[in-house]
């Protein structure tokens, strides 16, 4: 049974990904996919014991106890003919308010990833990763934190973030020091958000009739002006530090935005490059490019070294 690790990220179509997933678990399965999303693996699901805290380590007894329960539960798919198992969870990387208050992108990933993996206890055949541009992830994680109960950030930890040197290619090679077998594949924030079905396609590598995606289906947006708003308010807190106005919320300078761009484009162009032959990046083609055929649609509802860059790229 091939293992697919969806790691998300968080604010780059993970949701949607997931959507889709659910709404045709039942066809998927037909075809041997198998789906273990956050329904199943949080809380007191499969992952139980596995999310780290502040220190970024699983407990030695976390991943004891968790693992018979997966070794099972991995069992009894390969039973039900499950064939290729696509496990999606971001929060295996930390957490958008761990981002925020560490001001830097997924900084203790590769040690919350290695309590996830040892408990797996099996190898990991093939890792996702969306890459969203910095300028609009940071913005949506902003967005998306202040809603779910973190203060409004300060013009010093604008600048933090703006200028922290960590990107994806620092998430890449994380990912890749701590599952050195598996196949990295990345994808562009638009690839999930508007054609799961197309990406899922690609992934799995078959000649497969695969249910196709409603069209300009995105769950979980950030919030916008108003939503902000309504939640501070909510909360009694004061949302003077908010503009004026209606739409989505930018915190940042156009200084600020221009040297996240500027990184990301650092990121796409190392990736284009061969990634340090780490990861590919995966572009986008039509379900029938991909080789697949859909069926009719339906109506459904630890932080290492930073200083090196671009000139040090392989």
């Known amino acids: 049974m091939q293992i697919i690790l969806h790691l998300g990220a968080q604010r780059s179509a993970t949701t949607s990904f997931q959507h889709y997933m659910r709404s045709h678990a039942e066809r998927l399965s037909a075809l041997g996919v198998g789906f273990w999303g956050p ?25 004891a106890k968790a693992k018979p329960r997966l070794a ?54 093939m890792i996702l990763l969306g890459l969203r541009p910095l300028p609009d992830y940071w913005t949506s994680a902003l967005a998306y934190g202040v809603k779910r109960g973190c203060a409004l950030p300060s013009a ?21 020091a701590v599952m050195p077998g598996a196949q990295i594949e990345l994808h562009r924030f ?14 799995l590598g078959a000649d497969l009739r695969l249910p196709q995606a409603s069209a300009g289906l995105r769950k979980n947006e950030a919030p916008d002006l108003a939503a902000l ?25 156009q200084d600020q935005i221009a040297a996240l761009a500027e990184r990301y484009s650092d990121d796409i162009f190392w990736c284009a490059a061969g990634a340090g032959a780490l990861a590919k990046l ?13 069926l009719p ?10 200083a090196r860059r671009m000139g040090q790229a392989s």
């Not at 649609?297 to 930073?306: K, M, T, V, Y």
């Open 39 to 63: 329904g199943r693996l949080r809380g007191t699901g499969l992952f139980e014991g596995l999310y780290a805290g502040p220190s970024g380590r699983v407990s030695a007894a976390a991943i």
């Open 72 to 125: 099972a539960a991995l069992d009894g798919a390969r039973a039900r003919g499950v064939r290729r198992l696509v496990i999606s969870e971001e929060n295996m990387l930390g957490s958008v308010k761990g981002n925020i208050r560490h001001r830097a992108l997924y900084p203790d990933c590769a040690t919350r990833l290695e309590g996830f993996a040892a408990a797996l206890g099996c190898p990991v055949d």
């Open 156 to 176: 010093a930890a604008l600048e933090a973030i703006s200028a922290s040197e960590r990107s994806w290619r620092d998430v890449v090679c994380d990912i890749a």
């Open 190 to 203: 638009a690839d999930f958000a508007d054609a799961p079905d197309v990406r899922l396609a690609q992934v």
């Open 229 to 253: 708003r309504g939640a501070l308010g909510a909360r009694g807190a004061r949302p003077a530090g908010l503009p004026e106005g209606e739409g989505r919320w930018q915190p940042f300078s």
């Open 282 to 294: 995966i572009e986008r083609k039509t379900l029938e490019e991909a080789g697949r055929h859909p």
């Open 297 to 306: 649609a339906e109506r459904r509802g630890h932080i290492h070294d930073q």
